[in-house]
């Protein structure tokens, strides 16, 4: 793969691993210093927030300015904020307010960081390396979104908010040292223009020139959508459904975790073998079999396992998938459209975690939803057998 590409990998799991730290810290803050669920909740509500908001302004970012600097600044923003949250805490319990200014402005930074990150690989990497690419990133960020709960959780009870805010600081600082030290060509200079018309160029590519991007970013908002009806509340399900012990859900996340890793393996090897309509539609039919799989599922093993087989699957489309529109879209194009791509898939997620609160808080019926979401994805199979993709083939490129 090259240094560059292992240096930006690095960089961007050590930045993942801050994220997640934050995450974790301020909604604890504000539950601790007010006790309210409500107050607690508008914390992960502004974390969304920017994200649909700012994603198609990062993708304009992206190609009108060096990627690498975008990456860099966008790390050392986040470490500024991050330090100053700690020194305040440091100096004694912070107002609320600030507690959500620097909740936003931190979430601002992500999507403003992530069409940078995504449109810089293929220019780090050969064509033909963009699977493996891809996967050891999707296998990265999952053992990241193990790992940084259980650090944040363990730096937090040590040691205090104030040391666990100052070593997320320091975890953006790392990545912004590791991604400076990138190698890349000059950014290509960009005619000056009003930043809409930029963002219009994207949505015609997107709307109008190449439908399969957008088919794909329609695949991955219904598939978002069936799986965090079940994500949303799963920790929920598992205690008051099953009355797992903490120990028992954590066997059942570790499932998860190891499907990621599988379905990382199996799609980098696979999209070389098969044809991608193939790869995606088989994917969503076995993500479809396994949520069904989950409703007779009994005991922390049958449920890991088919949990396990749903997110081994996902991995294997959410490879094949990246891979095909980072092939699909222009370099010049590549911010803009995969930012806007990536808002559209993004949205299913808030959508989903709030229809899976009413509907349990008015059904209290979690199979209900388990039948819906695994038919549903049986249903996405079977659409995008006979989508666009049908025309899309990855021919090897030659060195």
Do not use: K
Not at 242 to 271: C, W
């Amino acid at each position: 793969m090259g240094t560059r590409y292992w240096l930006l990998l690095v960089g961007f799991l050590v930045s993942s691993l801050g994220t997640w730290i934050y995450r974790l810290a301020l909604p604890l803050m504000v539950l601790d210093l007010t006790g309210s669920a409500l107050g607690t909740g508008l914390v992960y509500a502004l974390e969304y927030l920017p994200y649909l908001a700012l994603a198609m302004f990062g993708g304009v970012l992206a190609d009108r300015h060096s990627r690498r600097s975008i990456l860099v600044a966008g790390d050392l923003a986040a470490a500024v904020l991050a330090l100053v949250l700690a020194v305040t805490v440091t100096l004694g319990a912070p107002p609320l307010w600030l507690i959500y200014v620097m909740a936003f402005l931190l979430a601002c930074v992500d999507p403003l960081y992530q069409p940078a990150f995504r449109a810089i690989m293929p220019s780090l990497v050969p064509v033909d390396r963009l699977a493996p690419a891809n996967a050891r990133l999707h296998i990265g960020e999952h053992a990241v979104n193990l790992a940084g709960p259980v650090l944040g959780g363990a730096l937090i009870v040590a040691f205090g908010y104030q040391v666990a805010i100052y070593v997320d600081a320091g975890t953006f600082a790392v990545s912004a040292a590791l991604i400076a030290l990138i190698r890349t060509a000059p950014a290509v200079a960009r005619a000056s223009r009003p930043v809409l018309a930029d963002l219009r160029e994207g949505l015609r590519f997107l709307f109008r020139q190449e439908r399969t991007v957008l088919t794909l970013a329609c695949f991955a908002f219904a598939g978002n959508f069936g799986v965090w009806l079940l994500l949303a509340d799963m920790v929920f399900y598992l205690t008051s459904y099953h009355h797992f012990t903490p120990g028992q859900i954590g066997v059942v996340y570790a499932f998860q975790g190891a499907g990621a890793v599988a379905g990382g393996l199996l799609g980098s090897r696979l999209l070389s073998r098969t044809r991608p309509v193939t790869l995606i539609s088989v994917s969503m039919l076995i993500e479809g079999v396994s949520i069904l799989a989950m409703i007779p599922a009994r005991g922390p093993l049958p449920i890991g396992l088919a949990w396990m087989g749903q997110f081994a699957a996902a991995g294997v489309g959410i490879v094949a998938i990246t891979t095909v529109r980072q092939r699909l879209i222009p370099d010049h194009l590549l911010g803009r459209v995969l930012g806007t791509a990536r808002m559209i898939a993004f949205l299913a997620i808030p959508l989903a975690a709030l229809v899976a609160g009413v509907f349990e808080s008015f059904v209290r019926n979690a199979y209900a939803l388990m039948a819906f979401a695994g038919l549903a994805s049986l249903a996405i199979a079977a659409a995008a057998a006979r989508s666009s993709l049908r025309d899309v083939a990855l021919e090897p490129v030659a060195p």
